[in-house]
C-alpha cells in the first residue's frame, strides 16, 4: 500500500511537471518562431514609415499606418471601456453586495460576453455603423472594440474589487464615509494594483483583436487624421501580407507580427511593474 | 441608572427565522467602560452591529427594536448615517488600516468631515497619534504605508483613526484577540485613560479582560442578555445559574 502510494505520488508529479515544460516550450518556441522570422524582415523603414506604392509588391514602404491605427484604437477603446467598465465593477461591490442574486446574474451576462467570439462583435458593430450611418472609420473601430473588451476589463476588477476584505468595507463605514468616498477613495486605492492589470489586459485584448476590426475600422495605407477616417491595424497587416504570394510580403508579415508581439510583451511587463510599484499599500 | 447614553429598547434581530438577538435591553452608562461578556456566537458583535448600523450590510437578517443615542432614535430613522456612525468609532477583531499612508489614515475621516485647513489637519493627526502612545514610534515615517506597521500598532492607529472624527462612543469588538499580550495590555491601558472623555464598549469573551476593564458588565447566552449590572454584581453575586457556569469555566 505505501509502495502504490509513492508511485502515485511520483506519477503525477511527473504528469504535472511535464505539463507545464510543454506548455512553456510551445510559447518559448512561438515566440523564437516569431522572432526568427520577424527579425530577418524587421528594419527602420518598415515601423517608420506608411506603404508607398508598392508595398504590397515586395517595394517600398513600411506598416506605421497600421502601428498607428491599432494605438489608436486600443487607447480609444480602453479609455472608453474604463469610463463605462469602472463604475460598473464598483457599482457591483459598493453598492450591490446585498443583492446577491442580482450579481450572480450581472456576473453570468459578463462571462457570456467575454466567451463571445469577437467575429460576432465585429458583426455588431457593422450592424451598428449601418444603423448610425457611419462608414468604416476609426470611431466604428473603437466603438466595437470597446464593446469587446468591457466586459473582460469588469470581470478582471470585479474578481479583484471582490477580495477587498470585509473588514476594510466596514471600517471605512464606521468612519462616516459615503459609498461614493468609499468606491474612490478606499477600494480604488485598496486594488490599484489589480486595476492596472485589468486595464493593460484589455488594451492588450484590444489590440490584438482581427475580427472586431475586420469590418468597422477598415483599411487603409495613411495615418487617419479625424475619427471618421477608416484605420490600419496590425493584426489585418499582418493578414494582408501573409495572405501574399510574394515571399519577400510574406517575410514582412512577420515583422509585422514582431511588432504585435512586442507591444503585447511591453504592456505585460509595464502591468507587472506598475502594480508592484503600488502593492505597498495594499491591506492584506 | 442615571445617566446613560444609549439605550437599547426591544431588539431583535433573526436571520431566516432563527434568532440571533432575543429581546434586548440594556443600557449603556457615559463616560464607563461597558463590557459585554459571552460565549462565542452569542450575538454580541451582532449587537455591536447594530449600534453603528453596520448591520444593514448584511443579507436577510429581521430587525425590529429601537436604539437611543442621547434618547434619539437612530436604528429605524432615516437619520444621517453618515453622522450617527461618526459619533461612533469602531475597532474591530483585527486591525484594518485604510490602503494609505500612516498619516493618511487619521486625515481621512477629518478631510471626509470636511472644514479643516491642512495646518489643522496636521495638528489633529500629530495629536491623536500622541494620544495612542504612537507618535513617538512613528513620527519619523508618517508618509510610509499603514501596511507596513506591526498589527499591534496597526490596532493603536485604528483607534486614533476613529478617534479623530471626534466620536462619543468607541466600539470595541474584541479588539485584542488577534494581538500579542504586550500590545493588548497598551490598547486596554489606553481604554481606561479614554474613558474620561468616551464612553467605551468592548466586546470580549475573555473574563479576565472583563474584570480588568468593566465599570458595567452585560452578560449574554445564546442571544439573550442573561444579566447586567455593577462588575460587583455580576462577578461577586451572579444571579443566573447561566452565568455562574460561565464564570466558573470561563476563568
Redesign the interface.
Known amino acids: 500500500m505505501k509502495r502504490r502510494k509513492k508511485i502515485e505520488e511520483q506519477f503525477f508529479k511527473g504528469l504535472m511537471a511535464a505539463s507545464t515544460y510543454i506548455i512553456m516550450i510551445t510559447l518559448l518556441y512561438l515566440i523564437y518562431v516569431i522572432f526568427k522570422q520577424g527579425f530577418r524582415a524587421l528594419t527602420w523603414e518598415i515601423v517608420s514609415q506608411v506603404p508607398k506604392g508598392g508595398y504590397y509588391f515586395g517595394e517600398e514602404g513600411g506598416i506605421l499606418n497600421a502601428i498607428v491605427g491599432s494605438f489608436y484604437i486600443a487607447f480609444g477603446a480602453t479609455i472608453l471601456a474604463l469610463l463605462i467598465g469602472l463604475p460598473v465593477a464598483l457599482f457591483m461591490n459598493v453598492f450591490l453586495t446585498r443583492h446577491q442574486s442580482a450579481l450572480n446574474n450581472i456576473r453570468f451576462f459578463l462571462d457570456v460576453l467575454w466567451g463571445v467570439p469577437s467575429i460576432i462583435y465585429g458583426a455588431f458593430g457593422f450592424a451598428l455603423m449601418l444603423f448610425l450611418g457611419l462608414r468604416a472609420s476609426l470611431l466604428a473601430g473603437i466603438i466595437t472594440v470597446t464593446l469587446l473588451i468591457v466586459p473582460i476589463m469588469i470581470r478582471s476588477m470585479d474578481e479583484v474589487l471582490r477580495m477587498v476584505p470585509g473588514g476594510l468595507l466596514e471600517a471605512s463605514y464606521a468612519l462616516g464615509s459615503t459609498r461614493t468616498e468609499i468606491s474612490f477613495k478606499v477600494f480604488c486605492r485598496q486594488t490599484l494594483p489589480g486595476m492596472i492589470t485589468a486595464i493593460l489586459l484589455a488594451f492588450g485584448r484590444g489590440i490584438g483583436d482581427t475580427a472586431s476590426v475586420l469590418f468597422t475600422a477598415g483599411y487603409t495605407d495613411y495615418i487617419p487624421e479625424s475619427i471618421m477616417q477608416p484605420a490600419a491595424t496590425l493584426p489585418l497587416a499582418i493578414f494582408f501580407q501573409l495572405s501574399s504570394p510574394i515571399p519577400k510580403v510574406q517575410e514582412r508579415a512577420y515583422a509585422s507580427a514582431l511588432v504585435l508581439t512586442l507591444i503585447i510583451l511591453f504592456i505585460s511587463i509595464l502591468a507587472r511593474v506598475l502594480s508592484s510599484k503600488y502593492k505597498e499599500h495594499v491591506i492584506k | 441608572m442615571t445617566d446613560s447614553i444609549l439605550r437599547v429598547q426591544n431588539l431583535n434581530v433573526t436571520h431566516a427565522s432563527t434568532p440571533i438577538l432575543r429581546n434586548v435591553n440594556i443600557e449603556i452608562p457615559r463616560n464607563k467602560v461597558t463590557v459585554i461578556l459571552g460565549p462565542s456566537g452569542c450575538g454580541k458583535t451582532t449587537l455591536l452591529k447594530c449600534m ?1 448600523r ?1 448591520i444593514e ?3 436577510g437578517l429581521d430587525i425590529s427594536g429601537s436604539i437611543y443615542l442621547d434618547e434619539k432614535e437612530i436604528l429605524n430613522s432615516k437619520n444621517d448615517l ?2 450617527i ?2 459619533k ?3 475597532l ?3 486591525p ?6 500612516i498619516y493618511n489614515n487619521i486625515a ?2 477629518l478631510k ?2 470636511g472644514g479643516l485647513n491642512k495646518s489643522e489637519i496636521a495638528d489633529k493627526v500629530s495629536h491623536y497619534l500622541k494620544i495612542v502612545g504612537l507618535w513617538d514610534e512613528v513620527k519619523d515615517r508618517l508618509k510610509s ?4 506597521l506591526s498589527i499591534g500598532q496597526q490596532q493603536r492607529l ?1 483607534l486614533a ?2 478617534l479623530a ?1 471626534n466620536p462619543e462612543i468607541i ?1 470595541a469588538d474584541e479588539p485584542t484577540s488577534a494581538l500579542d499580550p504586550i500590545s493588548s495590555t497598551k490598547i486596554e491601558e489606553q481604554f481606561l485613560e479614554l474613558k474620561k472623555e468616551y464612553t467605551i464598549i468592548v466586546v470580549t469573551h475573555i473574563l479576565r479582560q472583563a474584570r480588568r476593564l468593566a465599570d458595567h458588565v452585560i452578560f449574554m447566552y445564546l442571544g439573550e442578555v442573561i444579566e447586567q449590572g455593577t462588575p460587583e454584581e455580576v462577578f461577586d453575586n451572579p444571579q443566573s445559574p447561566t452565568t455562574r457556569q460561565y464564570l466558573k469555566v470561563g476563568h
Open positions: 453603528n453596520l450590510l448584511y443579507n453618515t453622522s456612525r461618526q461612533m468609532g469602531l474591530s477583531q483585527r484594518y488600516p485604510l490602503p494609505m499612508s481621512y475621516g471626509i468631515q504605508p499603514a501596511s507596513r485604528c483613526r476613529g472624527v466600539l
